[in-house]
């Protein structure tokens, strides 16, 4: 995918409010860009961090450059805005790059929604005739790495996370294939942990959803200045004991 516009570049002053960061272009224009991020967004926020953001032509936008990209420890990439990551998924599939996904015909992304549980999107086989020829999947976008290249999900306790876990486990129930996948949206990671450090509750679940039947994935995206595309799967660690000690 590319991105709505042409990025420039500025320098991070701080990020405030949670959906706003105040930046300075060329050390002499700041201003104040909307951050399409509502996670903690740990080591993605620091003073003097080099950021890239886009611009809408939306007249209605009261903030209209958005936060995309930041530099990070050793020069790597990441992708902040996290409303990319299921159009990053959807062109992984149709371009046949997630290889578990290739015998499915059909992707819906309008509506999906099985008992009160919401999905990102629903991957249908052709001439489906039984509950196992549906995928439900559920995406998660993932910021936090360290400089030892792994990478963990959450950065802050998520109450979304934990509802979507439950909406797998219970399309699996149901006799539906389930699956999570983590749109790692960082350049540096190579492996991918829970953060049980962080919020325990969704370590502890993911566990039960993987014991259910639930499918795990994790594929990690190639970033440049000019667009960005799901590149190769990682590997997914998830230790049968929890670890919840922050000094990981």
């Keep these: 995918m590319e991105f709505a516009s042409p990025l420039t570049q500025a320098v991070l002053l701080k990020r405030y409010k949670r959906f706003l960061a105040e930046i300075v272009i060329n050390n002499q224009e700041h201003r104040v860009i909307y951050c399409p991020n509502v ?4 080591g993605c926020d620091i ?7 886009s611009h809408s032509s939306n007249p209605r936008r009261k903030f ?14 990441v992708c902040v805005n996290t409303q990319n990551s299921t ?5 992984g599939i149709q371009k046949g790059i997630i290889t578990e996904f290739q015998d499915y015909t059909e992707v819906n992304l309008s509506n999906v929604e099985l008992i009160d549980h919401d999905f990102d999107l629903s991957l249908s086989k052709e001439d489906a005739q039984q509950a196992a020829d549906t995928c439900f999947v559920n995406i998660n976008s993932v910021t936090l790495g360290d400089e030892i290249h792994r ?5 802050a306790p998520t109450d979304k996370g934990v509802a979507q876990l439950k909406g797998l486990i219970h399309a699996k129930e149901l006799g539906y294939r389930a699956v999570l996948m983590y749109c790692v949206q960082h350049t540096g990671i190579s492996r991918l942990f829970p953060a049980d450090h962080i919020d325990p ?3 502890s679940l993911l566990r039960q959803a993987l014991i259910a039947g639930v499918e795990i994935l994790a594929y990690r995206v190639d970033i440049t200045l000019n ?11 998830i230790p049968a004991r929890m670890i919840c000690s922050s000094r990981l």
């Excluded at 996670?39 to 740990?42: P, V």
């Excluded at 003073?47 to 953001?53: D, E, M, Y």
């Excluded at 990478?151 to 950065?155: A, K, L, S």
């Excluded at 667009?227 to 660690?237: K, Q, R, T, W, Y």
Aim: glycine share 10%; aromatic share 14%; hydrophobic share 45%.
């Design 39 to 42: 996670g903690a967004m740990t």
């Design 201 to 203: 509750k969704y370590g």
């Design 227 to 237: 667009e960005m595309h799901l590149e190769m799967p990682i590997e997914v660690c």
């Design 151 to 155: 990478g963990f999900f959450p950065d």
């Design 87 to 91: 159009e990053l998924v959807v062109e």
């Design 64 to 77: 209209p450059d958005t936060w995309e990209l930041v530099e990070v420890d050793a020069g790597y990439l």
């Design 47 to 53: 003073l003097g961090s080099r950021i890239w953001f």
